[in-house]
């Protein structure tokens, strides 16, 4: 089995920052891209941030170098910085990496549970 697990999230003043972290843990042969989700309450689904092994980065454009994004591949972990948040930017957070598991073939895409970002004065 492959978990991923976040942590980072609370609540936090508007202008604040913090930084999410997403381990990945279990059968792991390899792990490709890495990335952040978010889902706002009464909004779609969207993409935040992605980050390839080789740490190449990429981000929608309406979030354009807006959250950092970084790895550390000996730790397979995957990082977020946020930065000068808005009540905009409330949402929860969910982790993405495409793992190829120990003696199988083909890499597939896993999800962590996800963490609340609340902003908030």
């Known amino acids: 089995q492959v978990q991923l697990v976040e942590s980072g999230g609370g609540l936090v003043q508007p202008g604040g920052s913090l930084r999410l972290s997403c381990t990945v843990s279990?059968?792991?042969?390899?792990?490709?891209?890495m990335g952040w989700y978010r889902q706002a309450p009464g909004k779609e689904f969207e993409l935040v941030a992605i980050?390839?092994?080789?740490?190449?980065?990429a981000w929608p454009d309406s979030l354009k170098d807006r959250f950092p994004i970084s790895r550390d591949n000996a730790k397979n972990a995957v990082y977020l910085h946020l930065a000068s948040l808005t009540p905009e930017d409330t949402a929860v957070y969910y982790c993405h990496a495409v793992v190829r598991r120990l003696n199988r073939e083909g890499f597939f895409p896993y999800w962590g549970r996800g963490t609340q970002v609340t902003v908030s004065s």
């Open positions: 279990g059968s792991i042969s390899r792990i490709n891209d």
């Open positions: 980050i390839s092994r080789d740490g190449e980065t």
